[in-house]
């Protein structure tokens, strides 16, 4: 069998996408934003159920040692942070198992930025800039939705009171399903796949749409907060264009303890799903406990964002290299 070793973009596209990273650089260069660069090994992995982390065996004077490829940079630059490096940003190689298709692949590159003091509203409107200078024109006006008001809209339900036998038969009537398959599903599940299949599709059609006050539960490495309803939901922040998440951001969690703990329930779901518990970054909450500013940070799928100004079809077309599907 002839094996294609060509590249996944072309050669003219290769030389947009370098246009659009100088082009990302000098927008930070201009804010003094410090660029970084981090280990794309570190102590721990991702405990989102939701991400599958890869791992390597490594070899050091000490005997041998699990590393993990990082989903993202954000471990190591928190521990920057709370080093005192003041606001950074980052090019990132990043690595998900499982993630390939018209828009993932298994290693691909995140911006992540961090901004020490800036509030949420202020990180999302320097977002929504940054994307408005890497697209040709710009979509339309930059446009608010509660999370929960999504539900209402478009499902016709309560995503934090409808109970979850019903979640479960919603979602998978939404999503062309048997109803057995989600038998044993969580309600943060069935939520995703209905945020997924019915609500993503509709966001960021005639506009740049953010999405804020997700569930608690949903928070992360997010702070919490209560809403206008006196409701607990995690204080960040989704961005879309053209039914396409582009932007995560958080008003970061700084509390050591607290980390710890989400860490621990995360593996404590890994086990009750039967997936392998994930490494805890002790060096990321030795940073905590040490001390992070209070600030937001931000990780963008530059490679998604690339694809969208370039109008591109499928996120291969712009790499240089896709993860062989075969």
Same mark, same amino acid.
């Given at each position: 069998?002839?094996?294609?070793?060509?590249?996944?973009?072309?050669?003219?596209?290769?030389?947009?996408?370098?246009?659009?990273?100088?082009?990302?650089?000098?927008?930070?260069?201009?804010?003094?934003?410090?660029?970084?660069?981090?280990?794309?090994?570190?102590?721990?992995?991702?405990? $989102?159920?939701?991400?599958?982390?890869?791992?390597? /065996?490594?070899?050091?004077?000490?005997?041998?040692?699990? &590393?993990?490829? =990082?989903?993202?940079?954000?471990?190591?630059?928190?521990?920057?942070?709370?080093?005192g490096c003041g606001p950074i940003f980052q090019l990132a190689r990043s690595f998900r198992d499982g993630e390939i298709g018209a828009r993932h692949n298994i290693e691909f590159t995140m911006l992540e930025w961090y901004r020490p003091q800036f509030t949420l509203d202020q990180l999302i409107d320097e977002t929504a800039t940054l994307i408005m200078s890497l697209l040709?024109?710009?979509?339309?006006?930059?446009?608010?939705?509660?999370?929960?008001?999504?539900?209402?809209?478009?499902?016709?339900?309560?995503?934090?009171?409808?109970?979850?036998?019903?979640?479960?038969?919603?979602?998978?009537?939404?999503?062309?399903?048997?109803?057995?398959?989600?038998? $044993?599903?969580?309600?943060?599940?069935?939520?995703? /796949?209905?945020?997924?299949?019915?609500?993503?599709?509709? &966001?960021?059609? =005639?506009?740049l749409s953010v999405v804020i006050d997700y569930p608690a539960s949903q928070a992360a490495l997010a702070r919490r907060h209560q809403d206008v309803d006196g409701e607990w939901v995690a204080s960040r922040f989704e961005i879309y264009l053209n039914g396409i998440e582009l932007a995560n951001g958080y008003d970061e969690l700084t509390d050591a303890e607290e980390q710890r703990t989400r860490f621990a329930e995360d593996n404590v779901e890994r086990r009750r799903l039967g997936l392998p518990e994930v490494d805890v970054d002790e060096y990321l909450l030795a940073a905590l406990e040490h001390g992070m500013p209070e600030g937001a940070g931000v990780a963008l799928g530059v490679d998604r964002l690339i694809q969208l100004a370039l109008g591109k079809a499928r996120l291969e077309d712009v790499l240089t290299f896709s993860t062989p599907n075969c």
């Open positions: 069998m002839a094996i294609d070793w060509q590249p996944s973009a072309s050669i003219e596209t290769l030389r947009e996408r370098a246009r659009l990273m100088a082009k990302v650089r000098a927008f930070f260069a201009q804010r003094d934003v410090l660029e970084v660069e981090t280990p794309v090994l570190g102590q721990g992995g991702s405990t $989102d159920v939701h991400l599958v982390s890869l791992h390597t /065996l490594a070899r050091t004077d000490k005997g041998q040692r699990r &590393l993990w490829l =990082q989903t993202s940079p954000e471990f190591h630059m928190k521990r920057l942070l709370s080093a040709p024109s710009f979509p339309g006006p930059l446009v608010h939705y509660r999370y929960r008001e999504l539900f209402h809209t478009y499902v016709e339900v309560d995503p934090f009171t409808t109970s979850l036998d019903r979640l479960r038969a919603i979602a998978a009537e939404r999503a062309q399903m048997p109803i057995q398959s989600l038998a $044993d599903e969580s309600r943060e599940t069935c939520l995703d /796949l209905l945020m997924s299949v019915v609500i993503e599709p509709q &966001l960021g059609q =005639q506009e």
